[in-house]
């Protein structure tokens, strides 16, 4: 099947006093990979699931091979073989990668026959560009793995207009380069047309036919890619006098200071039972940051969960200055232990609360935000808008359902909440996952900040750039245990490359 045009025409949305789009129109030619740039909360995410009839915008049309339609629900681009695959992941998590492939299909059988549906399957998933067993239980894989899925699935159910949010955001490079390039091979093939929300200018020039940028609603430029260098679409993207936060200069750690942080010989199991961490060991001082490099999958989701109190610890001894840390809130709050794990918007935040009260998660409970008992709005409402303009986060005010931030500014909430206290240890996982250039470089300044101002700071990050423009040390995490581990200043990429790519998954 041909793939289809796709054209935005003239769509305004809002909501309430935002404008997220302002009569924006997109023409998505048919067989070509079409970016779509833009800072957060640019409108990007509305676009799509508007053209997607996820959201229905208040004016303008969206024109499918010619044809003018009001796209009213999903099923409507559904059935003219468009689909998406969210920012958010949508997998059910207690499912296998089979159940969630197959029950997704609207042509299902009224009894399934699981035995040929799966063989059908594993010889559909041969001819893919990833693998995934069809067997494992989506709450055992990491993000990256749940991506590939979320592309495979879309791929499975016909679709030859696809829109990617952000598909590559906790990739490897080589990962992300592999996902893109067999994206690419699909549209040059001539099946399938693409639009990719990506934050990634390298993405951009490297897969991309067309790039659309746009801000505060609005389309600034849609051209070839060919034509455009990176500083004219970070201008396009920015405005003209737009300034990057550069990191401060590292302060010297006080020399021959104790662990804050050491982890010793760390075992747990994963979802299914396996060993997710196998003997994990690794410390961290007072000044520093250690930076864990390694592909998704392999015990990094799970370790940062032990640490959380949120998975059980099977053998092994975590320390925090020295004493035994045994994981509750309560530690936490005396040892000024904090947290940004992956996913925040479901893992540590309630979607229907305000941003005033996510905000407030921390501290909600303690003098001088409560006494005898009481909680005292005024105080965590003037922290909210003191948080909320000193990490800029976009939002019509402390009081709006933080569900309804955009994909970034969700991200600089959290930060805001676990970064603005007096920080000990800090552990983080993929912190700048969806943020744009510009709040991710707001963003890796904080945590310098917050290490040269004395604290411990744990990194998992499967970006290694990143990993490499923040550590003081590097260690490699492969197959549950710290494999590798190197100084920042004798650290070299193809070296530790090698040891993430020990892994076998
Ligand atoms: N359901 C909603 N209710 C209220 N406001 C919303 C909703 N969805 C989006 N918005 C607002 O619309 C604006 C555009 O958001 P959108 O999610 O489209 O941005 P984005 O370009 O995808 O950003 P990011 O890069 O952070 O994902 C933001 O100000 C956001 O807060
Ligand atoms: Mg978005």
């Known amino acids: 099947m041909a793939p289809?045009?796709?054209?935005?025409?003239?769509?305004?949305?809002?909501?309430?006093s935002v404008h997220a789009l302002s009569d924006v129109s997109v023409n998505f030619r048919p067989g070509r990979l079409h970016a779509l740039?833009?800072?957060?909360?640019?409108?990007?995410?509305?676009?799509?699931?508007?053209?997607?009839?996820?959201?229905?915008?208040?004016?303008g049309e969206v024109v499918v091979n010619g044809s003018p339609h009001q796209m009213r629900s999903p099923q409507i681009s559904q059935a003219l073989h468009m689909g998406m695959v969210y920012q958010h992941f949508t997998a059910v998590d207690r499912m296998t990668v089979a159940e969630n492939l197959v029950l997704g299909r609207a042509d299902l059988p009224f009894v399934i026959d699981w035995s040929s549906e799966i063989n059908s399957l594993r010889s559909f998933m041969a001819g893919m560009p990833f693998q995934i067993d069809p067997q494992r239980r989506v709450s055992s894989l990491a993000a990256g793995?749940?991506?590939?899925?979320?592309?495979?699935?879309?791929?499975?159910?016909?679709?030859?207009?696809?829109?990617?949010?952000?598909p590559t955001s906790v990739l490897t490079p080589a990962e992300a380069d592999q996902v893109l390039s067999e994206v690419r091979r699909l549209v040059d093939e001539g099946s399938l047309t693409v639009a990719m929300i990506t934050h990634k200018f390298r993405e951009v020039t490297n897969f991309a036919q067309d790039v659309t940028v746009m801000r505060a609603g609005k389309v600034v430029a849609s051209t070839e890619v060919n034509s455009d260098s990176e500083a004219r679409l970070t201008k396009l993207m920015f405005g003209e006098n737009s300034t990057f936060m550069t990191l401060a200069k590292r302060s010297d750690p006080p020399i021959g200071s104790p662990n804050a942080l050491m982890m010793t010989n760390i075992h747990a199991l994963g979802d299914r039972g396996d060993e997710a961490v196998a003997g994990a060991t690794l410390s961290v001082k007072p000044h520093e940051v250690l930076g864990i490099a390694g592909v998704s999958g392999n015990g990094q989701k799970q370790l940062v969960e032990v640490f959380a109190g949120q998975r059980e610890l099977a053998e092994g001894e975590i320390t925090v200055d020295s004493e035994v840390y045994r994981r509750t809130r309560k530690e936490m709050q005396k040892k000024g232990i904090f947290l940004l794990t992956e996913e925040?918007?479901?893992?540590?935040?309630?979607?229907?609360?305000?941003?005033?009260?996510?905000?407030?998660?921390?501290?909600?409970?303690?003098?001088?935000?409560?006494?005898f008992g009481l909680i005292n709005r005024?105080?965590?409402?003037?922290?909210?808008?003191?948080?909320?303009?000193?990490?800029?986060?976009?939002?019509?005010?402390?009081?709006?359902?933080?569900?309804?931030?955009?994909?970034?500014?969700?991200?600089?909430?959290?930060?805001?909440?676990?970064?603005?206290?007096?920080?000990?240890?800090?552990?983080?996982?993929?912190?700048?996952f969806g943020l744009d250039s510009h709040s991710a470089a707001d963003i890796r300044s904080k945590i310098i900040d917050v290490r040269n101002s004395g604290a411990a700071v744990l990194l998992f990050s499967e970006d290694l750039d990143e990993v490499l423009e923040l550590s003081d040390r590097i260690a490699v995490m492969s197959e549950g245990k710290i494999v590798y581990e190197v100084d920042a200043k004798n650290a070299d990429r193809y070296e530790i490359g090698r040891h993430m790519a020990h892994s076998t998954h």
């Open 145 to 166: 793995e749940k991506q590939k899925l979320e592309i495979i699935k879309q791929l499975y159910l016909g679709r030859t207009f696809i829109v990617l949010d952000e």
């Open 378 to 432: 005024k105080m965590l409402e003037k922290l909210a808008n003191e948080l909320i303009a000193k990490y800029r986060v976009k939002t019509p005010s402390a009081d709006a359902p933080i569900g309804n931030l955009s994909g970034g500014n969700v991200q600089r909430v959290v930060l805001a909440r676990e970064l603005s206290h007096n920080v000990q240890v800090l552990v983080l996982q993929n912190p700048c």
């Open 344 to 371: 925040p918007l479901q893992n540590v935040c309630v979607r229907s609360m305000s941003v005033a009260d996510n905000l407030a998660f921390r501290v909600f409970d303690l003098t001088p935000f409560a006494r």
């Open 37 to 59: 740039l833009g800072e957060n909360g640019a409108g990007k995410s509305t676009l799509v699931k508007c053209l997607m009839g996820y959201y229905q915008a208040d004016s």
């Open 4 to 16: 289809p045009s796709v054209e935005a025409r003239n769509l305004t949305k809002s909501f309430g």
